[in-house]
């Protein structure tokens, strides 16, 4: 219950970015969400696969420390990415089309 808690919490960290994708792209937006698609269907296609092959070597442990380290590299990944934020611009008078 413990884990599962755990991984609900850290999961929710990567949410905005289905808001921040299209910010990045504004021509793009279908692209930008589809490209954030693609990365989260990839990540669940490939999850079961990363554990048969751990599984038998690591064990229940080495399991979570593959996927604790992954995530690790996931956050430091998300430090490289920069939105352009307008400056002195009302966040009302924002057009959000």
């Not at 021509?27 to 969400?33: L, Q, S, T």
Request: hydrophobic residues 60%; proline residues 7%; aromatic residues 10%.
């Amino acid at each position: 219950m413990v884990a599962a808690l755990l991984f609900a919490c850290t999961i929710t960290s990567f949410v905005p970015m289905g808001a921040i994708f299209p910010m990045m792209e504004p021509e793009h937006k279908g692209a930008a969400v589809s490209v954030q698609n693609l990365g989260g269907g990839l990540a669940n296609f490939a999850a079961p696969d990363l554990a048969t092959l751990i599984l038998p070597l690591w064990g229940f442990a080495g399991v979570v420390v593959v996927y604790g380290v992954l995530y690790y590299l996931a956050a430091i990944m998300t430090l490289i990415i920069h939105v352009n934020q307008p400056k002195g611009v009302p966040a009302a008078s924002l057009s959000m089309h």
